[in-house]
Structures are given as structure tokens and as C-alpha cells.
């Protein structure tokens, strides 16, 4: 089978080398123009419409690696077609038009523009390719994020490869029509065999054929996504260029800071996340945070929840919360914090965003995943008007008990709320703690005590009870955790219909 399709390729490409170059290349170039957009993140933010077209949207990041991925396979097709083609263009060296020839002699291996800067594109894309498997983003995300970067330099050569001009057209193809002959040649040089002198003559012309390269349009593909891309860029860097006010930093437990500013003319809504760049950690790397808390109109302040997992979110931390010195004990609070500079560009939207937008809705949660539930809830006890959320049910999957006590507080104040506007079946909550050491909870955060179950939840009982209890509904599932979590649920969100329920599952994108 595979001899098969290896001879079957072979052929084709002897065969048809230059028309598998020339249809590969179209679709390079629309896979170069179409793999920026999704990039461009506050575009996509803003073109967020109507539900479908966010559910599209959210799906970005997908569309983005499968443009990624026909890059590389028209990558392999294009430069296989054109190894071919350079032989072809090198033995099959045209002595009657010598314009027409890529090479400057017979047997000549063209070292030209296009076949350096092939070169060099092909590498670009391998290294770009490598470092963005599962595998090294896991290990190491500076890899990927430093090599990805090399996206500029390749279209900057990606631009230059089609300035050499390899394929040429006639331009006086009326002169000098194909099979004509040239003043001094005769029809036996030409074809062969012998004309009669007055078919000869008719035959012959006076002019030598000019070829032309064809206008190279890489350019006319790519250069509309990378304006845009650069005009997103070049906005963004204006939005974020004053450093945000630090007003808090807050050590939770489990190794989690909160962190609060203060930023001019900064609006956001529930779900959505923002790129933290502090230049005392590194000047090039943005990391994304969802918010936990939005501006609103009495209030200023965004925050976010970080949790320590690697060398960025460590050194940031050190910087936010130093190990307190013996000398400066004795200063005054006021001079004691000098906290980092911080710059903050976003916010960029996510899945999340759309809980409002159900009648029932399943927010699950673990861990650290707890973060863009926390400001829809934050946004629930604001008392937030005019959403379409009738029911929330709240699942919340720990490690430890105390890393519920990151939101225990806001989770009490909204249970009290709902329960003295006689609504508490609003709000669903089930917390689960899956490693326990004890369960003992401190007296103000009680309404917590009842609600929390040891081990993991079982996700087709739950899915049992809410399609019970909600018969016929459409019930908006998000999930933001482990890999884990987000699979099962999506798998039970595709099997069949609960009491008529549907389950529909919004996709949040972890890493
Ligand atoms: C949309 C989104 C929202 C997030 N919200 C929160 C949140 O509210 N609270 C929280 O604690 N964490 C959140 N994270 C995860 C957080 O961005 C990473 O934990 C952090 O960037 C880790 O950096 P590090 O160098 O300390 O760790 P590393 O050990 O370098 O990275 C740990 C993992 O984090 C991911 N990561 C690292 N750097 C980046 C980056 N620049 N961009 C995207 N992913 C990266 C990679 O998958 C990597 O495997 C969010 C991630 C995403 C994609
Ligand atoms: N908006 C975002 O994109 C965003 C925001 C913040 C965090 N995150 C991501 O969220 C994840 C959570 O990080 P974390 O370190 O805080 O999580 P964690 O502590 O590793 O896991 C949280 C809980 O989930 C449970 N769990 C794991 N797989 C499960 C499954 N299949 N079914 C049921 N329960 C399961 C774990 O149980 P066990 O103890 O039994 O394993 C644990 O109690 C990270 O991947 C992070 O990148 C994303």
C-alpha cells in the first residue's frame, strides 16, 4: 500500500512538477494570509457577535494550527515538486531560448534567490514546527514562544522567495507564435523534416522570442492579514504602554496571589483574560490571566488569581511579595512596597463570556480553573441586570480544602444574597475535594461544609440530575481544569439526550 503511494507520487511529481509547485504555492499563500487573523486577539474580541459567531470565535486558536498544519504539508509538496523541477529546469536546458532558462548553463544547480530563500523558509517552518508539539509547549512554553516569533523573519523571506521570478512567460507571443522559425533556421533545424519555401517563409518571423517572469503575488495574499495583524499589534502597544497601578497583593493558600490594579479606561466583562508583561521578570514574555474581578461602575479595580507553577509566575511572585528584610522592618508601610512594574494588555475573549447567555449553565471548575467563574459569580453577587441566567450550577474540583478558601468568601456572600432574595435555587454549588487530609472547615465559611464532597464527582449522575430537573432545556456546560476534566465532560455532552436535555459544551482552551 504504501510502495503504492509512494510510486503514485514519484510519477506525479516527474510528471507534473511545475503544476504541483505552481497549486501547492496558491494554497500556501492562502493558508500564510489566513493563519494571522486568529491572531489578531482584539479583533476577534470585538467582532464577537451573535452566539454562533462566538462559538466560531472560540474555535480560533483550532483554525490557527490547522492553517499551521497545511502550511507544513503544502511546504513538503511544494519544495518535493520543485526538487524535481530544479533538475528538470537543469537538464532540460533550452539552448533554442536561452532567456527562458533558470539555469545559466546546461547541468547548472541553481543556487538563486528562490532556492535560498526556500532554504530558509523550509527551516524556519521545521523549528516552528517542532516547537510548537504538545510536548516541548509543556516543558518548555519559552521554546515555543521565542521560536513562534520567528513568524516575522519568514515573512519577511517569504516575500523575497517569489522576487526571483523561476517561472517566465513569452511577452511578443503574436511575433513570434510557437513553432515559428527564426531568420537564419530552417524547418529541417527546427523539426526535422523539410517545409515547401512558401510554408517556410509564412513560418518565419523576424522578431526573438522575450520571456518575462511571472509578477510575483505572495504580496497581494499576505500583505492584507499582516497590516491588519500590525495595525492589532501597534494598537495594543498603545493600550498597554502605562504600567497599571498595583493596589493589592494578597498571599492565598496553596501557593496562589492576588493581585488588584487599577488601569485607565480598562473595561471587561466575566470570562474574559488579559496578557501580564512585567518587564523585571522579562521585557518579551506576556502571560495570560483570566479575570477575577472586572471594573465596574462603582468600582475601578481588575484582579487576577496567579498560581506558581513555573519560573515566570515564581520570580513575579518573589517581585510582588519579597521576603520581608530586617532594615526595613523599621520603615513606615508606605515606603515599605515598591512593587514591580507592571503593564497589562487585553482584555481578550473567552468561551466563559457565554454563561449568561443560557438558561441554565454548568460552570466546572478545577483547581486554579476556578479563575473566569470567579467574576461571573463576582458578577452575579454585583447584581448584574438583563442576562438570560436562570440556573447556575457551580462544581469546583480541588486538591486541598484550602484552596477553596481563594473564593470562599465571595462563594458565602452570594449564597447569603440569594438566600435573602428567597432565591436559593438559583445557585447550585458542589465542592469536591479529591486528596482530602481534613475536612474542617472555619465557623464563617459553614454554608461551604455542607456542600462539600470527598473524591472526584461523577459526571454522568450529575448530568442524570440536572437533565432531570431541567427537562427540555439547552444547558451551556464550561469547563476550565485539567485536560481530564474538559474531555469527559465534552464526551458526555456528545452522547445522548438526558430528559431531553441538551448539553452544550464550550470549549476553553488551556495551553
Ligand atoms: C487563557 C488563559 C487564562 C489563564 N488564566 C490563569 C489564571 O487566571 N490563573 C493562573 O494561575 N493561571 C492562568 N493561566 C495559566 C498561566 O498563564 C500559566 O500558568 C503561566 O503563564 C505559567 O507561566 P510560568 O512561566 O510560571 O510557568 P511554565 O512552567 O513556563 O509554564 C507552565 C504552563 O503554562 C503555560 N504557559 C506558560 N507560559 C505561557 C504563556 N506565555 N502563554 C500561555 N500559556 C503559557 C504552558 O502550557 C506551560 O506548560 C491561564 C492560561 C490561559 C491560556
Ligand atoms: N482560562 C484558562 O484557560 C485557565 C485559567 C486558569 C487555569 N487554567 C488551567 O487549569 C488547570 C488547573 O490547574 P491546577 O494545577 O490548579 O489543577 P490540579 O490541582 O492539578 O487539579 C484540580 C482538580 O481536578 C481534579 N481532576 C483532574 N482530572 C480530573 C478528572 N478527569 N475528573 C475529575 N476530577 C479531575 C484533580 O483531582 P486529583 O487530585 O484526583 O487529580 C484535582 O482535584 C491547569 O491546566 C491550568 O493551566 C486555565
Known sequence: MYVCVCVCVCVCLSQLGLCISRASATVLNLNCSLVLLPMCRSLVTFVRGTRMTRRLLDKSKTFHVA?????????????????????????????DFPALNLARYRGELLSLVPGVTGVLLVLILFLMFISSSYCVRMSNYEIFWYTHNLFIVFYVILMIHMVGGALKYQTNIEAHPPGCFRANQSSTEQQGDELDTSEEEERRCNEDAR????YPQTWLWVS??????????????IQSRDPVTIVTVIRHPCDVVELRMLKKNFKARPGQHILL???????????????????????????????VVGDWTERF?????????????????????????????GPFGGPSEEVFNYDVSLCVAGGIGVTPFACVLRALLDGWMGF?????????????????????????????KL?????????????????????????KYRPLTSRMQIGRPRWKLLFDEIGKSNKHKRVGVF?????????????????????????????????
Request: net charge positive; aromatic share 14%; hydrophobic share 35%.
Open 67 to 95: 492553517c499551521g498544519v497545511a502550511i507544513c504539508i503544502f511546504s513538503v509538496m511544494h519544495v518535493s515538486a520543485h526538487l524535481v523541477n530544479v533538475v528538470r529546469f537543469s537538464v532540460r536546458y533550452s539552448d
Open 211 to 214: 520571456f518575462q517572469p511571472h
Open 224 to 237: 492584507g492579514p499582516l497590516c491588519l495583524y500590525c495595525v492589532e499589534r501597534f494598537y495594543r502597544y
Open 277 to 307: 508583561n512585567c518587564p523585571g521578570v522579562s521585557s518579551f514574555e506576556n502571560h495570560p490571566f483570566t479575570l477575577t474581578m472586572c471594573p465596574t461602575e462603582n468600582k475601578e479595580t481588575l484582579g487576577i488569581h496567579l498560581r
Open 317 to 345: 511572585t518573589q517581585l510582588l511579595l519579597p521576603e520581608p528584610r530586617i532594615d526595613m522592618e523599621i520603615l513606615p508601610m508606605a515606603q515599605k512596597r515598591r512593587y514591580p512594574k507592571v503593564y497589562v494588555d
Open 388 to 416: 438570560r441566567l436562570q440556573r447556575l450550577y457551580f462544581v469546583w474540583v480541588c486538591k486541598e480544602l484550602q484552596s477553596f478558601y481563594w473564593f470562599a468568601e465571595l462563594l458565602c456572600a452570594l449564597h447569603h
Open 419 to 443: 438566600w435573602n432574595e428567597n432565591r436559593p435555587d438559583y445557585f447550585n454549588l458542589k465542592l469536591y475535594i479529591s486528596q482530602p487530609d481534613s475536612l474542617q472547615v472555619i465557623e
Open 479 to 511: 469547563c476550565c481544569g485539567p485536560k481530564g476534566i474538559s474531555r469527559t465532560l465534552h464526551r458526555l455532552c456528545n452522547s445522548p439526550q438526558y430528559n431531553g436535555t441538551t448539553f452544550e459544551f464550550n470549549k476553553e482552551s488551556f495551553s
